[in-house]
T-cell receptor, first 114, second 118 residues
Framework: AQSVTQLDSQVPVFEEAPVELRCNYS??????LFWYVQYPNQGLQLLLK??????LVKGINGFEAEFNKSQTSFHLRKPSVHISDTAEYFC????????????FGTGTQLKVEL | GAVVSQHPSWVICKSGTSVKIECRSL??????MFWYRQFPKQSLMLMAT?????????EQGVEKDKFLINHASLTLSTLTVTSAHPEDSSFYIC??????????????FGPGTRLTVL
């Protein structure tokens, strides 16, 4: 069985500061990894995904994530956040041959303050 | 990216009534749609997988007789919450994808439907 852990339920950060949102997964098979953002009362928007190849993945809105197989991590980073980045962020995993099913982490609320 | 819509965006109903939520892929044909449920400040929990023209596959613990799913066409799936009760109040989100030749097919998410049962 696969699972996703987001250790930080809330991350407060000042505007223009860097941020890292942590994600760890467990799986006995190869996985695909994703980060989604959710604004209040809205659906999910894909920020970035790792399917294969380069372990450093760049996404939209200046976000990037690095796949670390040995540490089973896929942490999300942004060098300088903006007020508009305030949202809920979900890490998700899908395993190869799993029919595209996604398993989500519990989410991290990023709150950007002035 | 592809667009998925949901209707209604919110609904309030009385306990005991049934509510239908529609999920549509607007600019692509969705061979598969997923239905998720999200409680306040919690993650998304997969309820069922819906394939066009076949019966939905429900996740463990999801009552299939209560949450009826129909995937009648390649652009439409519906979720009907039958005999709704206050504990069914939640945010319901669908996603859709079209199977292709790649090893992974990106899911596109709808904007969600807020259901409140009084």
């Amino acid at each position: 069985a696969q699972s996703v852990t987001q250790l930080d339920s809330q991350v407060p950060v000042f505007e223009e500061a860097p941020v890292e949102l942590r994600c760890n997964y467990s799986s006995s098979v190869s996985v695909y990894l994703f980060w989604y953002v959710q604004y209040p009362n809205q659906g999910l928007q894909l920020l970035l995904k790792y399917l294969s190849g380069s372990t450093l993945v760049k996404g939209i809105n200046g976000f990037e994530a690095e796949f670390n197989k040995s540490q089973t991590s896929f942490h999300l980073r942004k060098p300088s956040v903006h007020i508009s980045d305030t949202a809920e962020y979900f890490c998700a995993v899908s395993y190869t041959g799993g029919g595209n099913k996604l398993t989500f982490g519990t989410g991290t609320q990023l709150k950007v303050e002035l | 990216g592809a667009v998925v819509s949901q209707h209604p965006s919110w609904v309030i109903c009385k306990s005991g009534t049934s509510v239908k939520i529609e999920c549509r892929s607007l600019d692509f044909q969705a061979t598969t749609m997923f239905w998720y449920r999200q409680f306040p400040k919690q993650s998304l929990m997969l309820m069922a997988t819906s394939n066009e023209g076949s019966k939905a596959t429900y996740e463990q613990g999801v009552e299939k007789d209560k949450f009826l799913i129909n995937h009648a066409s390649l652009t439409l799936s519906t979720l009907t919450v039958t005999s709704a009760h206050p504990e069914d109040s939640s945010f319901y989100i669908c996603s859709a994808y079209s199977s292709g030749e790649t090893s992974y097919n990106e899911q596109f998410f709808g904007p969600g439907t807020r259901l409140t049962v009084l």
